[in-house]
T-cell receptor, first 109, second 115 residues
Framework: GIQVEQSPPDLILQEGANSTLRCNFS?????LQWFHQNPWGQLINLFY???GTKQNGRLSATTVATERYSLLYISSSQTTDSGVYFC???????????FGKGTTLSVSS | EPEVTQTPSHQVTQMGQEVILRCVPISNHLYFYWYRQILGQKVEFLVS????????KSEIFDDQFSVERPDGSNFTLKIRSTKLEDSAMYFC?????????????FGDGTRLSIL
């Protein structure tokens, strides 16, 4: 089945710094989503981005489907950005999202 | 914005007991899903459901698990005889149409603790 790998596994930043999170996947995909899991365990949908670039405030994402990777950019990070960021892609049958192991981000003031 | 709602937010159950986790998907959505996340690990797919039947299930979804859409709004996950290793966060999700190229919308999860 499709494999999803995220890097780095852990990231520690000072408030105000920028960061780039990467998601590599092993096969072509029709659906890619980025999530932020907050300290309460909620999965917050950040982007639905099977291809192209999208921006939402300080966050933006780019997916290059032909090269099988996606990037999540966080600019001017804040302590509230802390948590785990997951990338998930739809399997070939279109019936399940396959999640990566996540990147744990810690932003300190 | 419409949301997927899950109840309860936290469920504590004795080992061997049956538990039912409930979900109300977004009203015009047709595909429904359950995922599981053991503490500190990644989110894992359990089962997908469409047109009143299971579309796909993972190896985790064994005979102890079942899903049901008992009415026009609820979608439930039942664990027949819980084990300690069933302790996890369970997420329900739904997506809009038969076209699979639609984002999945997740609920806030039910934290299940087996004692």
């Amino acid at each position: 089945g499709i494999q999803v790998e995220q890097s780095p596994p852990d990231l520690i930043l000072q408030e105000g710094a920028n960061s780039t999170l990467r998601c590599n996947f092993s096969d072509s995909v029709n659906n890619l989503q980025w999530f932020h899991q907050n300290p309460w365990g909620q999965l917050i949908n950040l982007f639905y981005i099977p291809s192209g670039t999208k921006q939402n405030g300080r966050l933006s994402a780019t997916t290059v489907a032909t090269e099988r990777y996606s990037l999540l950019y966080i600019s001017s990070s804040q302590t509230t950005d802390s948590g785990v960021y997951f990338c998930a892609v739809l399997n070939q049958a279109g019936t399940a999202l396959i999640f990566g192991k996540g990147t744990t981000l810690s932003v300190s003031s | 914005e419409p949301e997927v709602t899950q109840t309860p937010s936290h469920q504590v159950t004795q080992m061997g007991q049956e538990v039912i986790l409930r979900c109300v998907p977004i009203s015009n959505h047709l595909y429904f899903y359950w995922y599981r996340q053991i503490l500190g690990q990644k989110v894992e797919f359990l089962v997908s459901f469409y047109n009143n039947e299971i579309s796909e299930k993972s190896e985790i979804f064994d005979d102890q698990f079942s899903v049901e859409r008992p009415d026009g709004s609820n979608f439930t996950l039942k664990i027949r005889s819980t084990k300690l290793e069933d302790s996890a966060m369970y997420f329900c999700a739904s997506s809009e149409r038969v076209n699979r190229n639609q984002p999945q919308h997740f609920g806030d999860g039910t934290r299940l603790s087996i004692l």
